[in-house]
């Protein structure tokens, strides 16, 4: 996402949008005093088009497009070191978790891949009550039309059995199918 | 009785959800009410006034005001009435504003109860009784807890102006944490140089007692006659006979005792003087350490010492001493910086507090003023220091700026710089708060003339490569993570209160904050008086703030003192409980209850036992009065038939 220019900010500053990630992630983000503890801890900081802290201060500024928009909310690993060192007792990561699913919900999602992604890796879990690898790889490179990205590691991971050639079904599939449907409805409404 | 009812509109405070006129014409119904008026501000010159006027005129014999709280300006009003001929004790305040006009916005419904709160102080000053103070000598001498700069001050003030001090110290000697200190921000001028003077001072003065190594063991008492025991912690050495000359710590043979002064840096023998300029200078065997007391065996201290001091069967000591007022100077504590797991303090031996780097930094520290690290004794070349470590994080429960971190370190970066002219130091800040006179300019004097690196965000995790540490943090200007490979790491631990605060707080009946700094009286206009009359605050005790605030603070705590002092008596507050002896049973109950230690038994020519109460050290709690089964004993101005009253009508 673009980083603005000039911050127009009463122009662009959308109140409901603070409001609705301060309920949808149940954190107050107006307790974030910026110390940058969040974007010192975070492993992806690198490849972030915004650091975590600078997300929070989008968001406090009720930047709705730019945060929606923004890799960094779906390049966030959930590993949750922002939520363990925050001096705020913010819990970063479901700030990160609500602003992914805002992002769905709006379809402003940055890159169409990674929604692809989600979406099979999902479907798989659907349909086995657990990921197979081997079959989200090939399915996500070639619906993502680029069928051989990754191809040369495949195989020294199959070489050290890292990788399985048949999906393994777990025995609670029906329970699986039902969280499946409870959301699907949920979703509906 | 002839009743005249005041009602203060407080500007707009209680007039704008308060129907005052209205309040005033129901008033005139009330019994024994004669005059009843409303004014914009009752409180002021001409309010006051309003009121002498109406007394004289409808010859009134008791008022009510309705107005603030009782807290806010019923003295205002007791001396007004005084002054015009009625008893001060014939006055109610109905607190319409606090209880009433702020709290609620409908006018009609505040209107109701504001009616409701002068009916039932019209019922209340009815059943009032004219009450007389006493006078009560003062004892002028004045116990200073703790003996850091504050408390140093605070008695020099004090005997400057002629006064008895008792100096209580916990540590063997005093000096506080300014002792400890190398160097003292913004102007770099040598802590113990400042200090040591006034640190003789106290020791010379005739009119200063002082009590080191010891503590407070209990207080009771009130204002102007407290009586207070002190604990005199066993030394194993007779302070009167040890001349501080130091032999015995040459031969002491335990040489790994922790070195409190030197913040565990390095070790001090069993038998130590905590540093060279300590008030008093003498020796203390620390029992944890010492091979006789610990297994029975050595007593080579007492082979050397000259003068023949060492008593090793010494025992803690109980003295009592009798004062009038209580200064507190209990200072604080830093931070336990092993909380954060993520920083490695206590693990990495190159991970150090501020405090400890302050006593590297000092010449009678343990490395003699050469900056090493405490892993292999290297010079270090690059140090990162890092801000707010216990400070401004709610996540460890501090969530109050220590208020000197960003000075201090700025320091101590100045002070590396000079010392090791090649080396490079880093600053890990949030925000730097340098609000004090001189202090911005030598914020940015560390940045522009010494070079001192500032990078604008908090460190997240810090672990070892090789023989050094790298310090993972974030640069939140330019939006990147900061890693830097130190060679030590110095954490600005922040201030909490003092481990003993509480206990000592609730020994002398005063209250703290969440966090246990105390309670001043107000925080604007009383900073240094607290609640409980007699006793003042300075220093650290009341919240963060650095030397100069807590010098002042001592001056400030003193001139309460010295005004306290120049009266030879005190008023007594009359509104103390009383014994009706033909209905007292014996019981003792009510000396069962009573948290003041007010009450005592006493037998009666008859034989038969009746309670008393000693009225000057009665605070009129009414804990008595609500325990009494025949209701022999009463609280006055608040007796059972005045309070039964105000219910009662109520429900009329």
């Not at chain 1, 949750?80 to 060192?85: E, V």
């Not at chain 2, 007593?299 to 023949?308: D, F, G, L, N």
């Not at chain 2, 090649?422 to 340098?434: E, L, P």
Request: aromatic share 8%; proline share 4%; hydrophobic share 35%.
């Amino acid at each position: 996402m673009q980083r603005p220019h000039v911050l127009q900010i009463q122009k662009t500053c959308d109140q409901e949008f603070i409001k609705r990630v301060e309920r949808e992630s149940g954190q107050q983000v107006s307790k974030c005093y910026q110390c940058g503890n969040c974007g010192a801890s975070c492993g992806y900081t690198f490849d972030f088009d915004f650091p975590v802290n600078q997300i929070m201060r989008l968001v406090q500024l009720g930047q709705k497009e730019t945060v929606l928009g923004s890799r960094s909310i779906w390049l966030c690993a959930n590993c949750q070191a922002c939520t363990t060192r925050c001096p705020c007792n913010i819990e970063v990561a479901r700030v990160m978790e609500a602003l992914r699913i805002m992002s769905v919900a709006e379809g402003v999602v940055s890159k169409k891949n990674i929604l692809l992604f989600y979406d099979e890796f999902l479907e798989l879990v659907r349909r086995y009550g657990r990921v197979f690898e081997t079959g989200l790889v090939a399915r996500y490179n070639i619906k993502a039309l680029k069928p051989f990205t990754d191809a040369d590691l495949g195989p020294q991971v199959l070489m050290k059995g890292k990788l399985a050639l048949k999906p393994h079904k777990i025995k609670g599939l029906k329970a699986i199918e039902e969280i499946f449907k409870r959301f699907e409805s949920h979703r509906g409404k | 009785m002839r009743i005249g009812v005041f009602i203060c509109q407080c500007g707009t405070n209680i007039a704008g959800t308060v129907d005052t006129r209205a309040v005033a014409k129901k008033a005139m119904e009330f019994p024994d009410v004669v005059f009843a008026v409303d004014y914009m501000y009752t409180c002021s010159e001409p309010g006051q006034k309003e009121i002498q006027d109406a007394i004289s005129s409808h010859r009134l014999q008791g008022v009510v005001v309705a107005a603030c709280s009782p807290r806010m300006h019923e003295p205002t009003f007791r001396r007004a009435v005084k002054k015009a001929g009625i008893n001060p004790y014939m006055f109610e305040q109905a607190n319409i504003r606090e209880h009433c006009s702020w709290i609620g916005t409908d006018r009609e419904a505040n209107t109701r109860k504001a009616i409701d709160m002068v009916r039932m102080s019209v019922e209340k000053l009815r059943r009032n009784q004219a009450l007389f103070s006493t006078q009560v000598a003062v004892n002028k001498r004045v116990l200073v807890i703790g003996g850091g700069v504050a408390g140093i001050q605070a008695a020099l003030d004090c005997s400057d102006g002629g006064l008895e001090v008792v100096m209580v110290e916990r540590e063997p000697s005093i000096g506080g944490k300014m002792a400890k200190l190398d160097k003292t921000f913004p102007t770099i001028d040598c802590s113990s140089c400042i200090l040591g003077p006034k640190m003789v001072d106290v020791a010379q003065k005739e009119n200063i007692r002082l009590y080191a190594y010891s503590e407070v063991e209990a207080i009771s008492g009130y204002i102007g006659n407290f009586k207070v025991d002190i604990r005199k912690k066993a030394t194993y050495v007779d302070w009167n006979a040890c001349t501080g000359c130091g032999e015995c710590t040459q031969k002491c043979p335990s040489k790994k005792a922790f070195d409190h002064f030197n913040e565990g840096l390095g070790a001090t023998t069993a038998i130590n003087i905590p540093f060279p300029q300590a008030i008093p200078k003498k020796a203390r065997i620390d029992s944890d350490y010492c091979r006789y007391l610990t297994g029975g065996k050595c007593r080579v201290c007492e082979k050397i010492c000259p003068v023949k001091a060492i008593r090793f069967d010494m025992k803690d000591e109980i003295v009592t001493e009798e004062v009038g007022a209580i200064i507190v100077a209990s200072g604080y504590d830093l931070f336990d910086a092993r909380v954060y797991g993520e920083y490695g303090g206590g693990r990495y031996p190159d991970v150090i507090s501020a405090m400890q780097y302050e006593r590297i930094l000092s010449a009678s520290g343990p490395y003699g003023g050469h900056i090493r690290r405490p892993s292999d004794g290297r010079e270090p070349k690059e140090i990162v220091f890092i801000s707010c470590v216990g400070s401004r994080d709610i996540s460890v429960d501090r969530p109050y700026c220590s208020g000197i971190c960003c000075m201090y370190i700025a320091k101590q970066a100045i002070m590396t710089r000079d010392h090791i002219p090649d080396s490079n130091c880093y600053v890990s800040y949030m925000d730097i708060r340098a609000p004090g006179k001189g202090y911005d300019e030598f914020i940015r004097r560390a940045q522009e003339e010494y070079g001192v690196k500032y990078i604008r965000g908090r460190v997240g995790r810090i672990y070892p490569r090789g023989d050094r540490l790298v310090v993972q943090g974030a640069d939140t200007l330019l939006g990147v993570q900061v890693e830097i490979e130190a060679d030590l790491v110095v954490l600005a631990t922040g201030v909490e209160c003092s481990a003993g605060a509480r206990p000592l707080a609730e020994k002398l009946r005063i209250s703290y904050d969440q966090h246990g700094f105390y309670m001043e009286s107000h925080p604007k206009l009383r900073p240094v008086e607290t609640n409980t009359a007699g006793v003042f605050l300075a220093g650290v005790c009341q919240g963060p703030k650095d030397i100069p605030a807590s010098v002042g603070q001592g001056s400030a705590a003193a001139s309460k003192v010295q005004a306290l002092f120049s009266r030879d008596t005190i008023e007594t507050d009359p509104q103390v409980a009383h014994v009706n002896e033909n209905m007292c049973i014996g019981c003792g109950k009510c000396e069962q209850v009573c948290p003041f230690g007010a009450i005592r038994m006493k037998t009666l020519r008859d034989g038969s036992r009746k309670s008393e109460v000693l009225e000057t050290v009665c605070q009129g709690c009414g804990l008595c009065n609500a325990t009494c089964p025949n209701k022999a004993i009463q609280l006055r101005h608040s007796t059972d038939d005045q309070i039964l009253a105000e219910i009662n009508t109520l429900f009329d």
